[in-house]
C-alpha cells in the first residue's frame, strides 16, 4: 500500500529564515509520482510541483526547491528566505503512473506540515 | 476562467437530514475526485469517477454518496448514514502534465452539523 508520513506536524519561522519540510513515502511500484501541494487560509489546494520516479534531479523555481532521494524514500521541500505570504499547510502526495494496477490513479495525502512565517 | 466550482461553501445541518454539495468544472476533465479533510488528517479519498455514468469508491465512502450524470458535474450526498459528517470537502479534477496526473483543486465546502 501507498504511504506518505510528513513528521512535522507545526513549523514556525521568523521571515527570512530558511525552512525544509520534509516528506518520507513509501510505494511498491517501480514508476510513481510525488507532488507537493500548498493549502493557503483560503482552503483551496494549489499545485506546486510533481516529480516522477525517474528522475531524481533536484528542482528549483525561485525561493522553492525540491530534493528527490530514492535510496530514502524521500522528496523534501525548502523555501529559502520565507516570506510571511509562505504561510500555509503543506501537503505532500504520492500517486501510481497512469494506467497502474490500482486503476483509481488517486493520490495519497501526508497529513500536512502547517508553515507560520512570522514577520 | 476555467476551474472548478464548490457550493457552497459553508453549509450546516441538523442530524438525520441528507445534504448535497455541488461540484462543477469547466475544464473538459474526465475525471474527478472527492476527498474529505479532517484537522490532523490529512486528505482521505471518498469517491471518485473516471468517466461519466461510472464512479468507483475511495477509502472512507461509507455514508456518502455521489452521481456523475455529466462530465461537468459530480455532487457527493452526505446521508444521513456519515455518523462524522463535520468536515471540510474537497472537489478535484485530474489532468495530465506529460504523463503524470495533476489534480486541480476547488476552494472547498465546510459542512458542520449541529
Known amino acids: 500500500a501507498q504511504k506518505v508520513t510528513q513528521a512535522q506536524t507545526e513549523i514556525s519561522v521568523v521571515e527570512k529564515e530558511d525552512v525544509t519540510l520534509d516528506c518520507v513515502y513509501e510505494t511498491r511500484d517501480t514508476t510513481y509520482y510525488l507532488f507537493w501541494y500548498k493549502q493557503p487560509p483560503s482552503g483551496e489546494l494549489v499545485f506546486l510541483i510533481r516529480r516522477n520516479s525517474f528522475d531524481e534531479q533536484n528542482e528549483i523555481s525561485g525561493r522553492y526547491s525540491w530534493n528527490f532521494q530514492k535510496s530514502t524514500s524521500s522528496f523534501n521541500f525548502t523555501i529559502t528566505a520565507s516570506q510571511v505570504v509562505d504561510s500555509a499547510v503543506y501537503f505532500c502526495?504520492?500517486?501510481?503512473?497512469?494506467?497502474?494496477?490500482?486503476?483509481?490513479?488517486?493520490?495519497?495525502f501526508g497529513k500536512g506540515t502547517k508553515l507560520t512565517v512570522n514577520p | 476562467d476555467g476551474g472548478i466550482t464548490q457550493s457552497p461553501k459553508y453549509l450546516f445541518r441538523k442530524e438525520g437530514q441528507n445534504v448535497t454539495l455541488s461540484c462543477e468544472q469547466n475544464l473538459n476533465h474526465d475525471a474527478m475526485y472527492w476527498y474529505r479533510q479532517d484537522p490532523g488528517q490529512g486528505l482521505r479519498l471518498i469517491y471518485y469517477?473516471?468517466?461519466?455514468?461510472?464512479?468507483q469508491k475511495g477509502d472512507i465512502a461509507e455514508g456518502y454518496s455521489v452521481s456523475r450524470e455529466k462530465k461537468e458535474s459530480f455532487p457527493l450526498t452526505v446521508t444521513s448514514a456519515q455518523k462524522n459528517p463535520t468536515a471540510f470537502y474537497l472537489c478535484a479534477s485530474r489532468r495530465r502534465i506529460s504523463g503524470a496526473n495533476v489534480l486541480t483543486f476547488g476552494a472547498g465546502s465546510r459542512l458542520t452539523v449541529l
Open positions: 469517477s473516471q468517466i461519466v455514468n461510472d464512479f
Open positions: 502526495a504520492l500517486s501510481e503512473a497512469p494506467g497502474g494496477q490500482g486503476g483509481s490513479e488517486k493520490l495519497v
